[in-house]
């Protein structure tokens, strides 16, 4: 089930094959795909597949990676309960093989194209926190599958065994591709520090740690990597958790010298905290861009905004209301099945153009330069900042 082509994004009701339980709060779901909507299906492993469902007479949307492997032609998600999260309590408590949900086709940057036919040794890493195992769950049974010259090494961080995702199916993969898959786990209830994955990581690379551990500390460190391949010479790093886990790894990867081109990052949860921080402002096509934008928006705070969301050949007119915080959430009274999914700017699903006006985002983990000089904004961390704003959703 690789995808090949590019893939017309359409939500289609696909049918619960199976609903299996990984821990006390989290499932893995298989959706049946008709054999017409297969190449709709395709995926690169990282992928993730929005969901769709009205949850209490609220039309609900949210984004899960793909755990399953092109080569075994299913397509998995995997879904842990967070507090207060709709979605993901309805679907560990609710759902059952046999019901039906409304299924995004495959989409997200956060992927791994293994090398075809390569000849020599081909070694990855993975860097998952919690329920950041979920999308390179995909990359390893891909790439160990794939090809008998790759390896796979994954550090992967848990409050304890009995909150581990996929435990049995990793010492599984463990036992089946001996010497080529690696399992580094941490377990921060059982006494690994936080900081431990970070050591680790860097002793793995045979740098210099910026903190001094006792010498027996550091033996059973040394121990832990001693058996793995040479890590400096691995293909790409792939992180998937926390914000402030990855970040720190990245640090760890910079400081010794691994190629940013090789650092690949997803992201499923961003701090309350780092919300309050304004970090983009993107202007209209005829308007142009002026640095005072901060004075704008006190400014702003005492006119009346108009916004103007284009989606199709819809447009949504209406005055903002600060108490939405975010063009989308206010958007979404009037409009219910707008593009959108994660709502904290992670996924890209709620990306739309500025046509006219400016607007200031929160937070943006899914744009890259390109396209933020281009006007794309992500709807869901956008606030107007001029008196008339037009965004145009694309195709």
Known sequence: ML???????QFHRLRLSDVDPLTADSVMLTFEVPEHLKTAYQFIPGQYLTLRQRIEGSLISRCYSICSSPSEDKLSVAIRKIDSGCFSNFAVDKL?????????????????????????TA???????????????????????????????????????QTMMFRRQLLRLQE????????????????????????????????????????????????????????????????????????????????NRVSKSKVHRELFFVPEARLEKDVQQAGGEDENFTENGSQLSQNNVQKALKVSVIHGDQTLNFNWNPEYEFILNQALELKEDLPHACQFGACGTCKAKVVKGRVRMKE???????????????????QPDSEDVVIRYED
């Open 176 to 255: 089946q591709y001996k010497a080529r898959f690696f399992l580094m786990p941490f377990f921060t209830e059982e006494g690994d520090d936080e900081n431990m994955i970070h050591h680790t990581i860097a002793l793995s690379l045979k740098g210099n740690l910026d903190i001094e551990l006792t010498a027996d500390l550091l033996n059973k460190r040394k121990a832990k990597v001693d058996v793995l391949p040479d890590l400096n010479q691995a293909e790409g790093w792939y992180l998937c958790g926390p914000q402030t886990m990855t970040e720190r790894v990245q640090e760890v990867l910079a400081v």
């Open 364 to 382: 943006n983990m899914a744009l890259d330069d390109d396209e933020l000089n281009q006007g794309y904004v992500l709807t869901c961390q956008a």
């Open 3 to 9: 995808k090949t082509q590019s893939n017309t994004d």
């Open 123 to 161: 070694c990855y890493v993975g860097v998952a926190g919690g329920s950041g195992i979920t999308p390179i769950m995909s990359m390893i049974q891909t790439l160990l599958s794939q090809n008998t010259n790759n390896q796979f090494v994954l550090f992967y961080a848990n409050r304890s065994k």
């Open 96 to 120: 059952a093989v046999n019901d039906e949900l409304e299924v995004l086709t495959p989409s997200g940057r956060f992927q791994l194209v293994p090398k075809q036919a390569n000849p020599h």
